[in-house]
Each structure stands twice: as structure tokens, then as C-alpha cells.
């Protein structure tokens, strides 16, 4: 089993409103002092969540796939290694733990010498199943949950740069609930179908920045509140990871301006 290859972008420039600046001009400008990274969901991917790019995390490889012959020393019924016992591969790759009729079955241990990986948990026939803790040489991890050697279930997975993702996967992606986290510090909590953000959830900014609202397919799209940490607020609708509709922005001192905007460009605007 090989190393994942992840890869996330992670621009984040803060920019907020001037002070002093009026509430039309303030209505105005709302899409444009949005902070960077808001846009994440729009094809520019300034903040695309790290997919697994190799069979590293997904693969249903087993210690009996290998093609190399094997040594194997350990316990033995009818000629099948069945108890405990340890299998050493001609390519370094070791697998230490319980058999059943000649395949890995309760508790053990994979080794892969050439990925420099590492788990150590549940089998079944052959294949990663249960609970099972799986280390990669660059410091990547996985802790959770496993169904026929992909990740299934609940778990936690942590890349060599600290940004994780805890909560439910589905045939190895990210499908139901869950919580990632960036390194920068952002982090998404909410419903996920298939590695994009999907359904209700909150995206927060480490500098107080943070939207709540649906998503759709990785993009804002429906009913949705951006706010800015001094207290200002826009609610409206979305539509492809921009504001698309009616929606009404608030000050920090409570003054209400109804705007509408058409495909994230503002339009009328009114004070309340």
C-alpha cells in the first residue's frame, strides 16, 4: 500500500472593509471584501480539500495479493497457516498477526517496505476491516474504521501537514458528516457527498471570518450568512459559491440594507 498523495491550496488574505466607509458604499463592495478563500468552491480552487490521489488509502492489497513467493513461520492446520504467524515477502513487505485457513484474519500487522507504511488492526479474508491505525513514512496517519480494505465508517485522518479530516467515509471518500481542518487554521464542519462539501455546514476563519449555510456539490448555494468579526453580516442567497438573489446586509451598528445581487455583482440596494 502506497502514500497518498494530498494537495490543498491555502490562500487566505483577510481583507475586510475600510473604516469610515458608508453603508451604500459598504453594500456595494460586499463580494469584493469578501476574505479570500470564500471563493473556495469556484474552479479556481483557491482552497480545495486534499482528495487521495493514489490507491494509497483506498487499496484493498492484501498480504496474499502480493506476487513474491512468502516465508512464512507460525502455526499451521491442515498444511493452511491458521493461528498466529508471520509472513515475510521477497519485495521486504511483512504481515505479522492471526490466520484463519491461510488467509489474515482477526488481528495484525502490514508492513509495506516500499511505501514505508505501516497498519496495524482488523482482517477479514484477507482484506482491512474493522478498527485499524494505518502510519505513512511522511507522517500522515489514519485511525478508523474499515469495510473490505477501503475506509468506511467513522475516522480521523491526519496529513503530514497537520490539516485533517474527522468524521464518516464511504468507499474511501468523505460522505456524511464531518469536520476538516486546515493547516492555515480554517477549518469546514458539516455534510459532505463524495469528497465535496454538501448539505448544511459552517466555515470558519481563524480571524473571526465564517459562513453558515447550504452547500451544493462544494459550492454555497441556497440560503446562507456570511460574518465579518466586527459584527457586520450579509444573508442571502447563493448560487455557485457567489451571492445570487435577495439578502439583506447588517452593520456593526444594526443598520439593515436590502440588496440584491445577480451572480455575485450587486444590484438595488435600499436601506431598512
Not at 488509502?57 to 502480493?66: K, N
Not at 464511504?170 to 469528497?195: C, I, M, P, Q
Amino acid at each position: 500500500m502506497g502514500q497518498g498523495q494530498c494537495y490543498c491550496s491555502r490562500n487566505l488574505a483577510g481583507t475586510t472593509l475600510q473604516e469610515g466607509e458608508n453603508t451604500d458604499e459598504t453594500a456595494d463592495e460586499i463580494v469584493d471584501h469578501l476574505p479570500m478563500g470564500q471563493q473556495e468552491e469556484t474552479s479556481s480552487g483557491s482552497s480545495r480539500i486534499p482528495i487521495f490521489a493514489s490507491p494509497a488509502v483506498c487499496s484493498s492489497e492484501s498480504p496474499r495479493d502480493l506476487p513474491h513467493a512468502p516465508r512464512y513461520t507460525g502455526q499451521f492446520v491442515d498444511n493452511k497457516a491458521h493461528g498466529y504467524g508471520r509472513m515475510e515477502y521477497a519485495d521486504g513487505d511483512v504481515y505479522e498477526g492471526e490466520w484463519v485457513n491461510d488467509e489474515a484474519h482477526g488481528n495484525g500487522t502490514y508492513e509495506n517496505d516500499k511505501q514505508n507504511s505501516r497498519y496495524e488492526g482488523c482482517w477479514v479474508k484477507n482484506q482491512k476491516h474493522g478498527r485499524g491505525r494505518e502510519v505513512w513514512h511522511d507522517g500522515a496517519h489514519y485511525q478508523g474504521e474499515y469495510v473490505e480494505g477501503v475506509l468506511n465508517g467513522r475516522g480521523v485522518f491526519t496529513w503530514a501537514d497537520k490539516s485533517s479530516y474527522e468524521g464518516e467515509f464511504s468507499a474511501g471518500d468523505f460522505h456524511g458528516e464531518g469536520l476538516f481542518t486546515w493547516a492555515d487554521g480554517r477549518n469546514y464542519k458539516g455534510g459532505w457527498r463524495v469528497n465535496l462539501m454538501h448539505g448544511h455546514g459552517s466555515h470558519q476563519w481563524p480571524d473571526g471570518h465564517c459562513y453558515e449555510g447550504q452547500y451544493v456539490r462544494g459550492k454555497k448555494a441556497g440560503s446562507g450568512i456570511f460574518y465579518w468579526p466586527d459584527g457586520r453580516q450579509v444573508e442571502g442567497d447563493w448560487k455557485d459559491g457567489v451571492l445570487h438573489g435577495n439578502g439583506v446586509y447588517i452593520t456593526s451598528d444594526d443598520d439593515q440594507v436590502e440588496c440584491s445581487w445577480d451572480h455575485g455583482h450587486i444590484g438595488e440596494n435600499r436601506a431598512v
